[in-house]
């Protein structure tokens, strides 16, 4: 199974941008994994999460991105999303989506978020 990112850009200080994850395949639901969500990596520093959701709904969110990121479910598009609001400089980095089941974990290719001060 792989996964699909999609929804990054640049965009200025203050704006928002939403992140999308699906399974390459579209008869594979992606509610299948035990969570699902975004790590980033920017440059010079480690792979960090930023977000993830568990099959049953519970999120978890790094300290710096409480109260302006929210990872969602979507059913009908099979698809976990990343809404990011008020974005910082800081937000700057290659966002990839991450899957895990059991003790295997499935990445999706990085997209590119920059934010501009």
């Known amino acids: 199974v792989q996964l699909q990112a999609s929804g990054g850009g640049l965009v200025q200080a203050g704006g928002s941008l939403r992140l999308s994850c699906a399974t390459s395949?579209?008869?594979?639901?992606?509610?299948?994994?035990?969570?699902v969500g975004w790590f980033r990596q920017a440059p010079g520093k480690q792979r960090e999460l930023v977000a993830d959701?568990?099959?049953?709904?519970?999120?978890v969110y790094a300290d710096s991105v409480k109260g302006r990121f929210t990872i969602s479910k979507d059913n009908t598009k099979n698809t976990v999303s990343l809404q990011m609001n008020s974005l910082k400089p800081d937000d700057t980095a290659v966002y990839f989506c991450?899957?895990?089941?059991?003790?295997?974990?499935?990445w999706g290719k990085g997209t590119q978020v920059t934010v501009s001060s």
């Open positions: 991450h899957a895990r089941s059991y003790d295997l974990n499935y």
């Open positions: 959701i568990t099959s049953g709904g519970i999120t």
């Open positions: 395949t579209a008869s594979v639901n992606i509610f299948i994994f035990d969570t």
